[in-house]
């Protein structure tokens, strides 16, 4: 089936969609509807055990070696990864929301204001437990930079890298989620405050 689509045996060889198809694909996907969480659940659970299609299957050892054969010494030109890097900037990036990655933090938001909610979190991921050989990202729950020179009370989570990335998507299930951990769990708390953290071995400055 592959080498029957391969170069102009694919019927779609030579041409390319039009900048008008280009973005109806592009709209289509930013409009698809979302999964519910029950939705979700039901999906990873069809797919546990032996309901899944793989389920008890392996890859022999003349296949894996078949496979790393194919992917030894391939690398990826550098005018590619720049085609690649630039054909998902800006707006056409998937995840594109209006540039707001541009807008400034508040000026309260520190290094010393993000070790004290790490040190609050014991330096974990709230999501997997990780304590990751990485510095910890200081997650704005509410996604507003200005949080801290507001007149709401800021929240903030501490995360791994892998774990910051997925709360890009499903914005409001996150917000929820945090918002809900930070009032039933830790009394509406997420960082030390100067008198608290006085004593350790991490220096801050009151903000």
Excluded at 87 to 116: A, M, Q, V
Excluded at 185 to 200: F, N, P, Q, T, V
Aim: contains cysteine.
């Amino acid at each position: 089936m592959s080498i029957s689509r391969t170069g102009d045996k694919n019927h779609f060889f030579g041409k390319n969609h039009t900048e008008k198809t280009r973005l109806k694909m592009v709209t289509s996907w930013k409009t698809r509807p979302k999964f519910t969480e029950e939705t979700l659940k039901k999906m990873s659970e069809s797919k546990k055990g032996d309901k899944n299609s793989n389920f008890g299957k392996h890859l022999s050892e003349e296949a894996k070696q078949k496979i790393s054969n194919a992917n030894t010494g391939k690398k990826t030109s550098e005018e590619t990864r720049v085609l690649l890097s630039v054909s998902r900037r800006g707006d056409k990036n998937p995840h594109w929301l209006g540039g707001i990655s541009f807008e400034p933090y508040c000026i309260k938001w520190t290094h010393e204001f993000r070790e004290r909610v790490r040190k609050f979190f014991g330096y974990k991921c709230v999501l997997c437990g990780s304590t990751s050989t990485h510095r910890l990202c200081v997650h704005h729950i509410n996604y507003n930079k200005s949080s801290c020179c507001t007149d709401v009370k800021p929240l903030f989570v501490t995360l791994c890298r892998s774990c910051h990335s997925k709360t890009n998507r499903k914005r409001e299930y996150y917000e929820q989620h945090f918002t809900e951990m930070i009032t039933n769990g830790y009394d509406g708390k997420c960082y030390l405050g100067i008198d608290e953290i006085a004593r350790s071995s991490v220096k801050v400055i009151e903000v």
